[in-house]
């Protein structure tokens, strides 16, 4: 390949990581499909590629749905919840995040809703809700009729509304919440951290069992709470919490050290935490922490364990200890 053509798709790079990203719910597999496209770039014969952003759109997207399919079977054996990798968008990586429905299309609850969509089903949606193409143009993209892409858009729609959504766009409120959040754990305040949370609310973990996590979702605030003061307890002093854009949201990363612990993603609704997306498997924190670093990190809080205990609340409400991997 020609300096000037490996300039030329640099320049389509950042567009290419957004679509795989957002087909796969998996950065390093999303820089894997692009990479793949550079190398049959670099060998096609360029006097046959008339519009190159298109020919790599359309590679990029078949190599992911070859991708996702063999996930597919991988994820019916992962242990515990999966949960989409974070990634810091406040540097641009998955292109401009202006609009609260484009901060939506990147959340890690959207990415989880996704999974409900067949390979080729996300394929449309991603292309015509993300990147605004036609259908005509999705068509040729994927080798489909036009036709057919309508109806897989409109199926696509259909499942996704059929799911419970927990969005809220004030982007203001979402960063006092996540803010009061972390001071909440950092001073180990159980009161404060209970009239954060919703009532309702939900708190995945995905540890894929390389780390201790809990295996499934843990539903309700009270037992959220008996859940966070029982893993306080055990995490090592001098943990800290740092704010950032994940996902097109404020989210927390939670080091030791220099080692990222955790990334948690969070789902607002009606102005209070109503789900928790903490992501500790160390296979998918690798991109967040590379782009991250301690100079991203705007605020740092040592962590206090939460509460001395759960002793008092009721009879029943003891730090959970169940469903988690050791």
């Not at 989880?112 to 143009?137: N, S």
């Not at 989210?251 to 993603?265: E, F, I, P």
């Not at 935490?273 to 705007?298: C, M, T, W, Y």
Request: glycine share 10%.
């Amino acid at each position: 390949m020609t300096t000037a053509s490996a300039d030329e798709f640099e320049g389509h790079r950042p567009r290419l990581f957004g679509l795989a990203y957002r087909m796969l719910g998996s950065a390093h597999e999303a820089e894997d499909a692009v990479q793949d496209a550079y190398l049959r770039f670099s060998g096609a014969d360029r006097a046959g590629i008339a519009h190159p952003g298109a020919w790599l759109a359309r590679t990029v997207a078949n190599l992911c749905l070859n991708r996702l399919t063999s996930a597919r079977a991988r994820r019916e054996t992962y242990v515990g919840t999966w949960l989409p990798e974070p990634v810091v968008t406040s540097d641009g990586t998955l292109g401009p995040l202006e609009s609260a429905e484009q901060r939506e299309a990147v959340s890690l609850a959207m990415l989880v809703l996704l999974e409900r969509l067949t390979p080729t089903e996300r394929a449309v949606y991603v292309l015509r809700e993300a990147f605004g193409h036609p259908h005509r143009e999705i068509a040729e993209v994927l080798g489909l009729s036009e036709v057919n892409c309508r109806q897989l858009h409109r199926r696509a729609e259909h499942r996704l509304a059929a799911a419970e959504r927990r969005f809220e766009a004030a982007p203001a409120r979402r960063e006092e919440l996540v803010s009061s959040f972390v001071t909440a754990a950092r001073d180990g305040d159980l009161d404060r951290l209970e009239r954060l949370l919703a009532e309702d609310v939900i708190w995945w973990s995905d540890g894929g069992g390389r780390v201790t996590a809990a295996l499934r979702p843990i539903l309700g605030r009270e037992k959220v709470l008996r859940f966070l003061a029982g893993v306080s307890r055990g995490l090592p002093a001098g943990i800290a919490y740092g704010v950032v854009e994940l996902n097109g949201t404020p989210g927390v990363l939670v080091r030791d050290g220099d080692k990222l612990m955790m990334a948690l993603g969070f789902e607002i609704l009606d102005g209070e935490i109503a789900g928790v997306h903490a992501v500790l498997n160390p296979d998918k924190l690798g991109f967040v922490e590379r782009q991250s670093g301690r100079a991203q990190r705007r605020l740092s809080h040592s962590v206090a364990p939460l509460g001395p205990s759960c002793e008092g609340r009721s009879d029943r409400e003891r730090p959970a200890t169940e469903g988690t991997e050791r």
